[in-house]
């Protein structure tokens, strides 16, 4: 049995302990073999060396965060916690901490999970990745911000986002409007993603020149996309053909992101959804990257992850 005396440095405590030391209880749950006693900026633990070592570690990662971020959610403890998170997988992403791109009124977009520097990881080797996983694990948003980037530095000549234009329980010939108001909807996402991240008249420009381009899947057929940055949003809800033709359509240095989500498919029941199709027919092509998301990446609400967590459980076989 050993006893060390950890300093917190750097931040306020109370950012690390939380009101009535709510968050160090958590944090504790997580060492049920180490004593942990909290001293204004001093920590003593009481337990075994190795305990004692992986203790400190995660502290050490916690207030990292703080500094970094400036707060401290119970997704964060949970993300830092995770048994899974070895130093080595810190040490490997680490360079994806930084800022991805520097958006409006300050905004400075970042990696904050595992698996979005890990997407940022893959960006860098791969022209092909997957990215899935539930709603509210920033797929989207990390995959726009790349996309942005990738513009801002003459890497590619213009951003091509698309959707599927696929109802999800709303029937799209009775909404108001021409072609564009009927479809703008389903956009909206890459729209307020853009939004954050260009000025608005800068936006307008790009939009109206097509630098930016957002448009449906099925205006793809035909193309070849060239020395532009493609990300294909909502992919469960592409056909197998549509998803075979948004492949083929990849041109000399083009860059090609997937997202989706396998749990929300709105296809008609007799119709297979081309992602889920893609993800077993490519798994063993090593050039083509491959970022599973889970309720640890969700930055939404706290609530959407237990949410998504309730519905995994209801759908696991009885």
């Known amino acids: 049995m050993s006893e060390k005396q950890i300093e917190i440095s750097g931040?306020?405590?109370?950012?690390?302990?939380?009101?009535?030391?709510?968050?160090?209880?958590?944090?504790?749950?997580?060492?049920?073999?180490?004593?942990?006693?909290?001293?204004?900026?001093?920590?003593?633990?009481?337990?075994e060396d190795a305990e004692i070592d992986l203790f400190e570690k995660k502290i050490g990662l916690?207030?990292?965060?703080?500094?970094?971020?400036?707060?401290?959610?119970?997704?964060?403890?949970?993300?830092?916690?995770d048994k899974d998170l070895e130093s080595n997988k810190?040490?490997?992403?680490?360079?994806?901490?930084?800022?991805?791109?520097?958006?409006n009124?300050?905004?400075?977009?970042?990696?904050?999970?595992?698996?979005?520097?890990?997407?940022?990881?893959?960006?860098?080797?791969?022209?092909?990745?997957?990215?899935?996983?539930?709603?509210?694990?920033?797929?989207?948003?990390?995959?726009?911000?790349?996309a942005v980037k990738a513009l801002k530095n003459k890497?590619?000549?213009?951003?091509i986002l698309t959707r599927p234009a696929v109802e999800s329980g709303e029937n799209l010939g009775f909404l108001p409007g021409d072609l564009k108001e009927k479809l703008d909807p389903y956009m909206q996402p890459l729209y307020d993603a853009l939004r954050d991240m260009i000025p608005a008249e800068k936006l307008k420009e790009m939009l109206?020149?097509?630098?930016?381009?957002?448009?449906?899947?099925?205006?793809?057929?035909?193309?070849?996309l060239d020395k532009s940055f493609v990300i294909l949003d909502e992919a469960q809800n592409a056909t197998e053909s549509q998803f075979k033709m948004f492949l083929t359509r990849m041109g000399q240095s083009a860059k090609f992101i997937i997202t989706?989500?396998?749990?929300?498919?709105?296809?008609?029941?007799?119709?297979?959804?081309?992602?889920?199709?893609?993800?077993?027919i490519l798994n063993d092509i090593p050039e083509i990257g491959k970022v599973f998301f889970d309720e640890k990446d969700v930055i939404r609400h706290q609530l959407v992850k237990t949410i998504i967590k309730a519905y995994d459980e209801n759908t696991k076989p009885q």
Do not use: W
């Open 260 to 280: 989706g989500d396998v749990s929300q498919i709105d296809l008609p029941k007799k119709q297979p959804s081309g992602l889920i199709q893609a993800l077993r």
């Open 105 to 146: 009124s300050g905004l400075v977009v970042k990696a904050r999970t595992v698996n979005q520097r890990k997407l940022v990881h893959e960006c860098e080797k791969k022209d092909l990745i997957f990215a899935v996983g539930p709603a509210g694990t920033g797929k989207t948003y990390t995959a726009v911000a790349l």
């Open 208 to 224: 109206e020149t097509g630098i930016i381009q957002i448009a449906p899947l099925a205006f793809m057929r035909g193309r070849t």
């Open 155 to 159: 890497e590619v000549k213009r951003i």
């Open 11 to 47: 931040i306020n405590p109370v950012d690390l302990y939380g009101v009535n030391e709510r968050k160090l209880s958590k944090i504790k749950s997580y060492f049920p073999k180490v004593k942990v006693v909290a001293r204004g900026d001093v920590l003593k633990a009481i337990g």
């Open 90 to 103: 810190e040490n490997v992403l680490a360079h994806a901490d930084d800022a991805i791109v520097y958006g």
């Open 62 to 81: 916690l207030i990292q965060h703080l500094l970094k971020y400036k707060q401290l959610t119970d997704n964060n403890i949970e993300r830092l916690m």
